[in-house]
């Protein structure tokens, strides 16, 4: 399977400042993906991250709030911008389609737990 | 509209008990179909997955899951259940085949009783 790695594993940030999350993976990928997770709740899409170009936002999130960085095949980051208590969850990345694996299956970063005070 | 829904929130049993996790969706031809597991505080492990071929999948943790077309379930069984268990599952889709994300149902918390 992919192994994939996300930084910060979880963080306490103060209202009005943003948080880049990190995400790393052991082999290349074609599709990389950004969830939300909030307390109690199912994981919600935010966008996909295209490589070299804009990513694709999911109805409800927009680029302002989140922008998204995927400069290769291996790598992506997160920003939640101007933070407020409603932007606590847990964050997760995904990843689909190995370059070198020929498998269709969905795999999952551990997440990045956040809170905002 | 398409649609994951796992009826039952939370499930409580008898550990040694047999389990059944419900899942229906609503798509137009037969998508990729997963099961996920979540237990506190980790990550997502797939258990499962069902693209095509024989409907009776099996998966790790001895758990399996049935591919019903004339229902458009996909439930995830058990035989006897574990402490261990104790998570939550959440049943995915992908209708397009393999090229898009994945959609999560509303997720089912299992809880596991002596």
């Known amino acids: 399977s992919a192994v994939i790695s996300q930084k910060p594993s979880r963080d306490i940030c103060q209202r009005g400042t943003s948080l880049t999350i990190q995400c790393q993976v052991d082999?290349?990928?074609?599709?990389m993906f950004w969830y939300r997770q909030q307390p109690g709740q199912s994981l919600t899409l935010i966008a996909t991250?295209?490589?070299?170009?804009?990513?694709?936002?999911e109805s409800g999130f927009v680029i302002d709030k989140f922008p998204i960085s995927r400069p290769n095949l291996t790598f992506s980051t997160l920003t939640v911008s101007n933070m407020s208590p409603e932007d606590s969850s847990i964050y997760l990345c995904?990843?689909?389609?190995?370059?070198?694996?020929?498998?269709?299956?969905?795999?999952f970063g551990p997440g990045t737990r956040l809170t905002v005070l | 509209a398409q649609s994951v829904t796992q009826p039952d929130i939370h499930i409580t049993v008898s550990e040694g008990a047999s389990l059944e996790l419900r899942c229906n969706y609503s798509?137009?031809?037969?998508?990729?179909l997963f099961w996920y597991v979540q237990s506190p505080g980790q990550g997502l492990q797939l258990l499962l997955k069902?693209?095509?071929?024989?409907?009776l999948v099996q998966g790790i943790k001895g758990f399996e899951a049935e591919f019903k077309r004339s229902q458009s379930s996909f439930n995830l069984r058990k035989p006897s259940v574990h402490w261990s268990d104790a998570a939550e599952y959440f049943c995915?889709?992908?209708?397009?085949?393999?090229?898009?994300?994945?959609?999560f149902g509303i997720g089912t918390k299992l809880q596991v009783i002596p």
């Open positions: 995904s990843v689909r389609g190995r370059l070198q694996g020929f498998d269709n299956e969905q795999f």
């Open positions: 082999s290349q990928v074609t599709m």
């Open positions: 991250a295209n490589q070299g170009s804009e990513a694709t936002y």
């Open positions: 798509y137009g031809a037969t998508p990729y």
């Open positions: 069902y693209f095509s071929g024989d409907t």
């Open positions: 995915a889709v992908d209708p397009s085949g393999g090229y898009q994300k994945v959609t």
